[in-house]
């Protein structure tokens, strides 16, 4: 490519190497066709090619660099800027739901049913495994006991559609020490085929249909670029998709109109529904003893800083499933965060309060406004289950296993007024371009964008709703799952 003047011409070109880019990228690679994948961020080859840095690959803590710096107010929204999207740089930690979340979607195609087995798929493509008992640092494993003196089922179900609450060791898509990202799970297979054309550095910055093509328009390198393919897949993630779309002239026409965009197709939900899994923290200082046994296991090598997560069902679920996620998170030698301190994180996991995703220029480098209204729906449901999970979470911290090698409490979140003062988010943002069978829903059940000839989603901005599950392999799931639907499956 050079300039405007040579323009190449894909079958698809997906915008967006994440956690479902590298999915849906590996399936229509496999399917034989020719297919450009766009990504911001760096790409650092095959993993056996040895060339990514040592931060993304260290899955005992979350990596921070390559991040795209989104922020509102208080809120820094990590979201990562580099081949494999967020699976590069994340928690690894693996999960898949209930059954009921995706069956509440009530969507063709998307029952749980139906994706049973892609969900196996993708369990085995991650390789996700569970951490063993003797894996467990001095701090999890403390609380494997606390949790079992206080009457918690013990088990490690995390990838089981039918388990409801417990308490167990995580289930990880990490592979000896290494965080096995969706890069390395789906496109190191299709890396050598000359059918795939991989542009990294490139900033999608908007899209445009015309009869029978589409054009992406990039900035690479100070440089405006165009691709043109016969379907386009966006799969630039929460953020990233809403507001390509919105430069393309998709979105409220109020909205669009204020910043002197054309309205290419009135879609008034384009960048609505935004919801995470909210959540906050009990903590306690770390006591002499444990502080020596952490140094101590730190120096024998891999210690992860979550190993272990209890799921519970709150005064206020409807259903008697699990709408709770408590995950201790200790401080490794490895990262300064929590230095001192441990925390039992609490996060609604049926949450109700809806956020919006705006863009604020046309210019793709500025930041958007991002509201995630934390809490904020007026039946209190989101507080109310916050409330019930931070009282469980100092119950488990006071439990003698643990009371007996901690100190403090140093973060008031028991009351009302603290948990909104310190409620943040598990990293989990989804549901800006929603499926959905109503007419101003973005996209339809196969993730064609509504009132777009030639252009699908493929990412976490697709679920109306947000499973009861860490969203990386539902993201990937997503991946595979519109893979399928656009090679015919
Ligand atoms: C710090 C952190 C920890 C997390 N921990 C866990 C965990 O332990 N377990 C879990 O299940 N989930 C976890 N998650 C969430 C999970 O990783 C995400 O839900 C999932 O990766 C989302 O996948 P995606 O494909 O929708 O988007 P992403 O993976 O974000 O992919 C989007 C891609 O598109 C690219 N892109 C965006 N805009 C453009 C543009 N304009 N032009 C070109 N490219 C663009 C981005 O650079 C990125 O590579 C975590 C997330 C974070 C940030």
Redesign the pocket.
């Given at each position: 490519m050079a300039g405007e003047e040579h323009v190449e011409h894909y079958d698809f070109i997906v915008?967006?190497?994440?956690?479902?880019?590298c999915a849906v990228t590996a399936g229509l690679v496999q399917a034989g066709y020719r297919v450009a994948l766009?990504?911001?961020?760096p790409d650092y080859g095959a993993h056996t090619d040895g060339k990514w840095p040592a931060e993304l690959l260290n899955a005992g803590a979350?990596a921070d660099t390559h991040d795209w710096d989104y922020k509102a107010g208080r809120w820094l929204f990590?979201?990562?800027?580099?081949?494999g999207?967020?699976?590069s740089?994340?928690?690894?930690?693996?999960?898949v739901g209930h059954r009921r979340d995706y069956d509440d979607w009530q969507l063709p195609g998307w029952s749980t049913r139906e994706l049973e087995p892609v969900l196996s798929n993708v369990v085995k493509a991650m390789r996700v495994r569970t951490y063993t008992t003797d894996e467990a640092g001095p701090f999890h494993a403390k609380c494997l006991d606390a949790a079992e003196s206080l009457g918690w089922r013990m088990g490690s179900d995390l990838c089981n559609l039918d388990a409801n609450d417990g308490f167990g060791l995580e289930a990880v898509n990490v592979v000896g020490s290494t965080r096995w990202n969706s890069a390395f799970a789906y496109l190191d297979a299709v890396r050598s085929s000359p059918l795939l054309t991989i542009i990294d550095r490139?900033?999608?910055d908007r899209l445009n249909e015309t009869g029978s093509v589409v054009e992406l328009h990039l900035q690479r390198d100070g440089q405006t670029q165009t691709v043109r393919g016969d379907q386009l897949v966006l799969?630039?993630?929460?953020y990233?998709t809403p507001?390509?779309l919105q430069r393309s002239g998709v979105g409220d026409p109020v909205h669009l109109q204020s910043l002197d965009i054309p309205v290419q197709v009135p879609s008034i939900n384009v960048g609505n529904n935004l919801h995470d899994h909210p959540m906050v923290h009990a903590d306690r200082r770390v006591g002499p003893e444990l502080q020596q046994w952490l140094d101590e296991a730190a120096r024998a090598g891999f210690v992860p800083e979550e190993q272990t997560l209890g799921k519970a069902v709150s005064s206020v679920a409807q259903d008697g499933l699990f709408d709770l996620h408590l995950f201790p998170v200790c401080a490794n030698t490895q990262t300064s965060l929590l230095h001192g301190r441990v925390h039992v994180e609490v996060a609604c996991m049926t949450p109700v309060s809806r956020g919006t995703l705006r863009i604020n220029s046309r210019d793709?480098a500025a930041m958007s406004a991002i509201d995630h209204n934390y809490l904020g729906d007026d039946a209190g449901h989101d507080l109310a289950v916050l409330m019930d999970g931070v009282a469980i979470a100092n119950d488990l911290l006071d439990q003698s296993e643990l009371s007996a090698l901690l100190g403090e409490s140093l973060t008031d979140t028991r009351t009302e007024a603290g948990i909104r003062a310190h409620v943040a988010h598990y990293?989990?943002p989804v549901g800006t371009c929603a499926m959905g069978l109503a007419a101003d829903a973005v996209c339809d059940a196969r993730g064609r964008v509504r009132g777009l000839q030639r252009t699908t989603v493929a990412?976490?901005?697709l679920m109306p709703q947000i499973p009861r599950a860490?969203?990386?392999?539902p993201?990937v799931m997503i991946?595979e799952r519109i893979a399928s639907f656009l090679v015919g499956g």
């Open positions: 915008a967006g190497g994440g956690s479902a880019g766009i990504e911001a961020g979350l990590q979201r990562a800027r580099v081949m999207g967020c699976s740089h994340n928690g690894c930690i693996a999960a490139a900033m999608v799969s630039a993630g929460v990233g507001e390509i793709p990293y989990h990412d976490a901005s860490n969203t990386n392999l993201s991946g």
